[in-house]
């Protein structure tokens, strides 16, 4: 009885990997997982490199652009991540009558209006939403789909770290021109 216990738990061990092991290869089966993260490391640098120009052409500090940026990438992936249950409860709010279907559409239409029109980083809006549906895509079509809240807090995670490496990494240009200009001077 046992012995054939054993056997059993070792043809289910043999027929699936390890958790862990399939959790670590999943940018190999979802390369756009990869491209995502690429993604956020590209726009992390070109913020970091336009922090300052745009902090000061917004009128804000350095740090409450920071706040913002990550607001926003936060926003996008959610968005991006869950609009079924997102799209579902707004239409719940919105079929329970007419003034608030009008309140809400308004409201909607008027905010994402200001907002588009006082935003100079709509491209990166784009870009990045555009990444992270085709990462959740491509976990759909290896057929890992995860709750929604869970799929869109590792999917902000990723985005997260991509920024912040993004961020801290140098500016080449930027550090040979001041090397130049730093020969110049003596």
């Known amino acids: 009885m046992f012995a054939s216990l054993m056997t059993l738990v070792r043809r289910e061990s043999a027929s699936k990997p390890m958790p862990v092991l399939r959790f670590l290869l999943l940018p190999l089966r979802a390369p756009l997982l990869i ?3 690429v993604v956020s490391l590209f726009l992390g640098h070109h913020w ?6 745009l902090a000061e052409a917004h009128s804000i500090s350095v ?3 920071w706040a913002l940026e990550m607001i926003q990438a936060v926003v996008v992936v959610v968005i991006c991540t869950m609009p079924d249950l997102l799209l579902r409860q707004l239409s719940m709010l919105m079929a329970s009558s007419r ?7 308004l409201t909607l ?13 709509l491209s990166d809006v784009l870009i990045l939403g555009s990444a992270t549906l085709l990462a959740r895509l491509d976990l759909s079509r290896i057929k890992v789909v995860p709750p929604p809240q869970l799929m869109a807090f590792w999917l902000a995670v990723i985005v997260m770290t991509g920024i912040w490496i ?16 730093a020969a110049i001077v003596t």
Do not use: C, K
């Not at 970091?48 to 120009?53: D, F, K, L």
């Not at 239409?109 to 980083?121: D, E, F, P, R």
């Not at 993004?166 to 200009?181: Q, Y």
């Open 166 to 181: 993004g961020h801290d990494l140098p500016n080449l240009p930027g550090s040979i021109s001041a090397a130049i200009r």
């Open 35 to 37: 491209v995502l993260f």
């Open 63 to 65: 740090s409450t652009f």
């Open 48 to 53: 970091a490199i336009q922090e300052a120009w």
């Open 109 to 121: 239409l008027i905010t994402v209006g200001l907002y588009v029109l006082s935003l100079s980083l």
């Open 99 to 105: 003034v608030l279907s009008l309140m809400v559409t």
